[in-house]
Nanobody
């Protein structure tokens, strides 16, 4: 199994940027497709992007496409989520997750989760 720890969250003004990190330990990081989710108060957990085992393929929902970018460094066992042009509605707890499935989107396809990091976008 793999253990995941997110960091990098904080308070940022609208139209600002932030970079989140997800550090992995345990089983080989490169064995996993990785993803990012977010959950705002009173809302369901929402998929915001994924990246393939070697980082050659990324995929995003329309709600963040063009604003969020995922990358990974398998040598350092770390994944990033670059958040640009942030909006107030991007405020949420952001989670990273690991999956052994090809291009998963649903939360139940991810077996391992971090504890989350809060991102708050002010108007």
């Amino acid at each position: 199994q793999v253990q995941l720890v997110e960091s990098g969250g904080g308070l940022v003004p609208a139209r600002g940027s932030l970079r989140l990190s997800c550090a992995a330990s345990g089983r080989a990081f490169s064995d996993y497709t990785m993803g990012w989710f977010r959950q705002a108060p009173g809302k369901e957990r929402e998929f915001v992007g994924g990246i393939s085992w070697r980082g050659g393929s990324t995929y995003y929902p329309d709600s963040v496409k063009g604003r969020f970018t995922i990358s990974r460094d398998n040598a350092q066992n770390i994944m990033y989520l670059q958040l640009n042009s942030l909006k107030v509605e991007d405020t949420a707890v952001y989670y990273c997750a690991a999956s052994v499935v090809w291009r998963p989107v649903a939360a139940n396809r991810f077996a391992y989760w971090g504890q989350g990091t809060q991102v708050t976008v002010s108007s």
